[in-house]
């Protein structure tokens, strides 16, 4: 009797949710991910920018995918012009700016100390708390009779959202992996090259320093005397 009648509250709540199935999405909301892969060529300067709120939070990871030295230069400017982070001549980094400013936060890639080599770079951007604040409770104005459940609804979003954000970090975790992977296998790629290169140039030297002994053992008998007769 007690399962049935806390199965009858609990279809009585979503049915309570379900004119208002839009106001509860929005509780749900993924923090904002996005990641990129671009070539930055030999003395260029590359620039981004990302619109920001206010009391959010940014956090910027990079990696040298591809390139001589594997290093570039990076830095991150606020909307006020202040630099929030720099990094000189790094393979990869991670930096969070946390109670961002309104406006547009620009972070830049320099290659300009390189005269020759071009860099593969890859960064992926993680924006949180870029959603409205008055949305977030909005689905409480369409439930009702939760106090009746012996579980109540903010416990269900509460864990809800903590397995998304740990489903969150494990793409992000990923992205990074292959990130990784990536450039292990350009630098294994470019050792690979190397190694056959500097193979066949020793056995070419190798060939002609056999043949040039060869020449001289020969030429220690030989007798270059003329025979009279």
């Not at 959603?131 to 903010?154: A, F, I, P, R, S």
């Not at 509460?158 to 992977?181: P, W, Y």
């Not at 050792?191 to 030297?205: A, E, L, P």
Request: glycine share 4%; aromatic share 10%.
């Amino acid at each position: 009797m007690e399962a049935a009648r806390a199965t009858l509250c609990v279809l009585a709540v979503f049915g309570a949710l379900l004119p208002g199935r839009s106001a509860v999405l929005a509780s749900f909301s993924q923090a904002l991910d996005s990641d990129f892969t671009f070539t930055l060529a030999a003395g260029r300067r590359e620039c981004f920018f990302q619109t920001m709120k206010s009391d959010a939070s940014l956090e910027i990871e990079y990696q040298i995918l591809d390139g001589s030295g594997l290093d570039v230069d990076f830095v991150i400017t606020s909307p006020s012009g202040q630099v929030v982070f720099s990094d000189y001549h790094k393979s990869d980094g991670v930096h969070t700016v946390v109670d961002t400013e309104d406006g547009d936060y620009m972070f830049c890639f320099d290659n300009t100390f390189s005269a020759v080599s071009e860099k593969l770079v890859f960064f992926e951007l993680v924006l949180d708390n870029m959603e409205q604040d008055e949305e977030v409770d909005d689905w409480k104005e369409y439930v009702q009779g939760t106090d009746v459940l012996d579980m109540k609804l903010e416990d269900i979003m509460d864990t809800i959202n903590n397995v998304k954000a740990r489903l969150g970090k494990s793409v992000h975790i990923q992205t990074m992996l292959r990130a990784f992977e990536a450039r292990d296998r350009n630098i294994q790629e470019s050792n690979f090259d190397r190694v056959n290169f500097w193979s066949v140039v020793n056995v070419v030297v190798m060939t002609m320093i056999s043949a040039l002994q060869v020449y001289l053992v020969r030429s220690l008998f030989e007798d270059k005397r003329k025979i009279r007769t």
